[in-house]
């Protein structure tokens, strides 16, 4: 039975998630926890019709012992080939799939220091690939699959951490033994298609966040575009960026926020995790930041360059989620900021203003979108936050109690 669902996920993430076109080439990066699962993705892709599954195994293990004896040279050094590789693929119109399972705790013993320097050498280099997929020039997803590692944080009470972390996935992700995931998911996407037509026939000037730990107001960007689950690639091909998703999201105007936010949900970065922590805003800016745990690595995140320290994403997700519902910290961004209203600092998507896609950098900046090399999302939404539409000065409730009431 395990064996049938995981081909039910496997076909979802190819058919549903990247989209696999005939003679498409795929992308397919993955972690060696999930060899076996992997092997049943590409099938599932060359059986829709790829031309090339070319697939890059990462092992969290190895990054763990560059970063532990690595040099101030090596941490300034990504290979050339590496960025060609991946530009090689957006070149031939090719598809982008992860998929992730790591470890949270992988790196909590390595210098904070190390971590920073390496995640701004990387994202450097990977800069042009980085604004060709956040542009949806091509089409890309992310999947999840459980390691041991991160199924005993996940569960640490559990006799069985890896068998409850894959049912808990794939109840997640729609998957189950009487129905087809592929049509849950159109029925799922089209919810979300609503709230987007919502928001963008609105065209709200500020939201205002007020929960535990936050009063925060967040300006948008005049012709604003809400998003939410199935995006378009430059060719018209339907494709959905994260399975899961329960989110919409726009991009904030850069300097219009102001305030202070409390996160919800841990955040893990680069095998770290940070928690209890609040961020100050002044005109866009995080100006001071505190954590209960983990506040030196996310000082580093904020400032890898000045748009670190400017929010790139706004994101809202009803408490009423099924990932909520759960009730379970996944130590995962990919699940838990599908859990629960976020931001993420860092880099703006183009595609959420209107002919973004066709904009270069200067253009962006001057309609309010944030640059930088790096993006992270952050969990903010509880079950006592209310959210607020402002147009024109008047205020409009559009969450309560972290529930849509739109």
């Known amino acids: 039975m395990m064996e ?45 019709g ?47 799939l992860s998929i992730i399972g790591s470890d949270p705790d992988i790196l909590k013993t390595i210098d904070p220091q190390k971590i920073g320097q390496y995640s701004k050498t990387r994202q450097t280099a990977m800069k042009d690939v980085s604004k060709v997929i956040m542009a949806d020039k091509v089409s890309w997803s992310i999947g999840a699959v459980p390691s041991k590692k991160w199924a005993e944080k996940v569960f640490p009470n559990s006799d069985n951490p890896i068998q409850e972390l894959w049912n808990a996935i794939l109840k997640i992700v729609r998957v189950n033994e009487n129905e087809d995931p592929i049509q849950l998911w159109n029925k799922h996407l089209n919810n979300l298609k609503e709230k987007t037509k919502y928001l963008n026939n609105k065209q709200y000037d500020y939201l205002r966040y007020e929960g535990p730990g936050t009063d925060l107001t967040v300006g948008l960007p005049k012709n604003h575009k809400w998003l939410g689950g199935a995006q378009k690639n430059e060719d018209g091909i339907v494709f959905l960026p994260n399975i899961p998703t ?24 680069g095998g770290n995790v940070i928690d209890g922590f609040t961020m100050e805003f002044k005109d866009g800016k995080i100006v001071k930041v505190t954590a209960e745990k983990g506040e030196d690595i996310l000082k580093q995140a904020i400032s890898l360059d000045e748009g670190a320290s400017y929010l790139g994403e706004v994101a809202l997700v009803p ?19 599908n859990a629960a209203s976020h931001f993420a600092f860092g880099r703006a998507y183009s595609t959420c203003v209107e002919n973004g896609e066709n904009m270069n950098e200067e253009e962006l900046k001057t309609v309010g979108l944030n640059n930088s090399i790096t993006h992270v999302d952050f969990m903010i939404g509880n079950e006592e936050m209310n959210v607020y539409g402002i147009k024109n000065g008047k205020e409009e409730l559009i969450m309560k109690n972290g529930k849509w009431v739109i």
């Not at 190819?14 to 795929?26: A, D, E, S």
């Not at 092992?59 to 060609?84: C, I, R």
């Not at 926020?257 to 955040?267: A, H």
């Not at 759960?326 to 130590?331: A, D, H, I, W």
């Open 50 to 96: 790829a031309k090339e599954v070319y697939t890059v195994y990462n092992d969290e293990y190895m990054l763990f012992l560059k970063l532990k004896y690595a040099n101030d040279e090596l941490l300034n050094e990504f290979h050339q080939w590496e960025v060609d590789m991946a530009k090689y693929f957006c070149d031939k119109k090719g598809a982008f």
């Open 4 to 48: 049938k669902l995981m081909e039910k996920y496997a076909e979802l993430l190819v058919k549903v998630g990247i989209n696999v076109q005939k003679g498409q080439r795929v992308f397919l990066r993955s972690t060696i926890d999930a060899v076996d699962f992997t092997r049943i993705v590409a099938k599932k892709a060359y059986e829709a």
């Open 319 to 337: 408490v009423d989620s099924p990932i909520y519902q759960l009730n379970v910290v996944f130590y995962n961004t990919l699940f838990d900021e």
């Open 246 to 269: 329960e989110e919409v999201f726009t991009a904030p105007h850069k300097n219009k926020v102001n305030g202070y936010v409390r996160n919800s949900k841990p955040l893990v970065y």
